[in-house]
């Protein structure tokens, strides 16, 4: 089993900054993309960014040039970095990762438990 541990949200003022970790425990397991979602009240949850094992990032429109993600494999853990924060970027912010056990061949998303990001203006 893994387990996603996440920390770093809180409560900030617009224009300041924040930064999320996440980091995966549990034994004999592979990730291939992490990423972080978020989810604010009465919205969709909504991909904000990812990165793959080899680096390769996205980020939706909305947080370019305002947000980076990184990961360092070795801890297997993402970072999600906020900064120019603005009140709607406001949301329960979750980490998912795509996972694989040694012992098997499939590919397994797991989440966070989420964490609250309050942006106040």
């Known amino acids: 089993q893994v387990q996603l541990v996440e920390s770093g949200g809180g409560l900030v003022q617009a224009g300041g900054s924040l930064r999320l970790s996440c980091a995966a425990a549990?034994?004999?397991?592979?990730?291939?993309?992490m990423g972080w979602y978020r989810q604010a009240p009465g919205r969709q949850r909504e991909l904000v960014a990812a990165?793959?094992?080899?680096?390769?990032?996205n980020y939706v429109d909305s947080v370019k040039a305002r947000f980076t993600i990184s990961r360092d494999n070795a801890k297997n853990t993402v970072y999600l970095q906020m900064n120019a924060l603005k009140p709607e970027d406001t949301a329960v912010y979750y980490c998912?990762?795509?996972?694989?056990?040694?012992?098997?061949?499939?590919?397994?998303?797991?989440w966070g438990q989420g964490t609250q990001v309050t942006v106040s203006s």
């Open positions: 549990g034994r004999d397991f592979s990730i291939r993309t």
């Open positions: 990165v793959t094992a080899g680096g390769s990032t």
């Open positions: 998912n990762a795509d996972i694989r056990f040694r012992s098997s061949f499939r590919w397994i998303d797991y």
